[in-house]
């Protein structure tokens, strides 16, 4: 039981650069999101999804895209990176009131 | 908008006490505590549920007052291990999403 994957941990991306984080869990939960971390403060909610097929927006969607074809895989996409992009990226999931995270994505946007 | 908490930061010697707060201007029904060791991801601590149910992993007490709409978490006989930026998320009426405090860092000498 590998709980939440993360690929990759560390990315550096050039300004206008496209990528996809990818995230994937096996423990069967519907609820998966995205959050970003930057020093000094909390989380914050890219996007979220309670299902394949069906994904939302959080808190600070601008400049990523999320897909959900399947219960195990929430990959994050980044549009056209910018350096306010520069960040660690945890994927979570969740089954119940617990989350799991990921070990993280490190990236940076030069 | 972000719930509040305090202290930012506090250092405690090995056995002493410590209590980290949460507000939140918004009705709560829920607050999530996680704990996040240096360049690792989060881990789940307890949750505090409306009515005073509590769900957790370990042996760390806290408090929800819904009408003031805090919580506070509360580490008693501190151990090295206590070390970390511990974070509140309030949970609103069936949201899933957490709107994440910006933490309070606990540094634990011997």
């Known amino acids: 039981n590998a709980g939440v994957t993360q690929t990759p941990k560390f990315q550096v991306l050039k300004t206008g650069q496209s990528m996809t984080l990818q995230c994937a869990q096996d423990m069967n939960h519907e609820y998966m999101s995205w959050y970003r971390q930057d020093p000094g403060m909390g989380l914050r909610l890219i996007h979220y999804?309670?299902?394949?097929?069906?994904?939302d927006q959080g808190e600070v969607p601008n400049g990523y895209n999320v897909s959900r074809s399947t219960t195990e895989d929430f990959p994050l996409r980044l549009l056209s990176a910018a350096p306010s992009q520069t960040s660690v990226y945890f994927c979570?999931?969740?089954?119940?009131?617990?989350?799991?995270f990921g070990p993280g994505t490190r990236l940076t946007v030069t | 908008q972000q719930p509040v908490q305090s202290p930012q930061a506090v250092i405690l010697r090995e056995g002493e006490d410590a209590v980290i707060n949460c507000s939140s201007s918004?009705?709560?029904?829920?607050v999530h505590w996680y704990r996040q060791k240096h360049g690792e991801a989060p881990v789940f601590l307890m949750i505090l549920l409306k009515g005073g149910e509590q769900k957790g992993h370990e042996k760390i007490s806290a408090s929800f007052n819904e009408k003031k709409q805090q919580s506070s978490l509360y580490l008693t006989a501190s151990q090295l291990s206590y070390s970390g930026t511990y974070f509140c998320?309030?949970?609103?009426?069936?949201?899933?999403?957490?709107?994440w405090g910006a933490g309070t860092k606990l540094i634990i000498k011997p």
């Open positions: 979570a999931s969740r089954g119940g009131y617990e989350q799991y």
């Open positions: 999804s309670v299902g394949a097929g069906i994904t």
């Open positions: 918004k009705a709560l029904y829920s």
């Open positions: 998320g309030p949970g609103g009426d069936g949201n899933y999403q957490l709107i």
